[in-house]
């Protein structure tokens, strides 16, 4: 008797202890050598290394993966504000130059990876890219990020990025809890 309780005690704590998923909407694997990094505490070597932080700091999950910053959420949107993909990026495109920085922009399309499509932007500025990435929605749940690294390191950047997105695998909406 006293087995089947400590077991059942036992059970019961590893339950506890379990962390939240990184995404509902997704079931995600980080790539290898990701760090996590607290997002209100950013390290003052990666304070350092980039001119601002403030935009990746926005997202629920942070990670540093070989000199590349790594963040991303789930996104939700109303039935009254759906947006295709197409339409972002002409937003985007537009806005960026309306501001001027036009020339700054390094890329922006939309690629397909396991059958789902996201949008990549990205912007150089001095000697970093911001790039940042939205999938389409599945329901009207998705998963919306970005990575910033410096010049020097942009093929890894990018290495990080597109193995990142690889690692997406979509739950079907009912499963997200999205009817």
């Known amino acids: 008797m006293k087995t089947i309780l400590i077991a059942a ?13 990184l995404s509902k909407v997704a079931n995600v694997e980080l790539p290898q050598k990701s760090q996590r990094i607290n997002n209100n505490n950013l390290s003052a070597d990666t304070k350092n290394r980039f001119k601002s932080t403030m935009a990746i700091s926005q997202y629920k999950h942070l990670y540093e993966v070989d000199k590349v910053l790594l963040a991303f959420s789930d996104y939700n949107e ?8 197409e339409d972002r990026r ?5 806005g960026m130059n309306e501001l001027g920085l036009k020339s ?3 890329r922006a399309e939309i690629i397909k990876i396991n059958n789902t499509r996201f949008l990549i932007m990205s912007l ?5 890219y911001y790039s940042s990435f939205i999938s389409d929605k599945k329901g009207l749940k998705g998963i919306s990020g970005s990575v910033q690294y410096k010049a ?3 093929e890894q950047g990018e290495k990080v990025l597109l193995d990142f997105l690889k690692r997406i ?3 079907a909406p009912s499963l997200s809890g999205d009817n």
Do not use: H, V
């Not at 005690?9 to 998923?21: G, K, R, T, V």
């Not at 002409?90 to 537009?94: A, N, Q, T």
């Open 90 to 94: 002409d937003e985007w495109l537009g």
């Open 104 to 106: 700054n922009i390094d």
């Open 124 to 128: 150089k500025n001095d000697d970093e």
């Open 152 to 154: 020097e390191n942009r």
């Open 169 to 171: 695998s979509f739950k």
């Open 9 to 21: 005690l036992l059970s019961c704590l590893s339950i506890l202890q379990q962390e939240e998923p």
């Open 78 to 85: 109303t039935k009254n504000n759906l947006k295709a993909l």
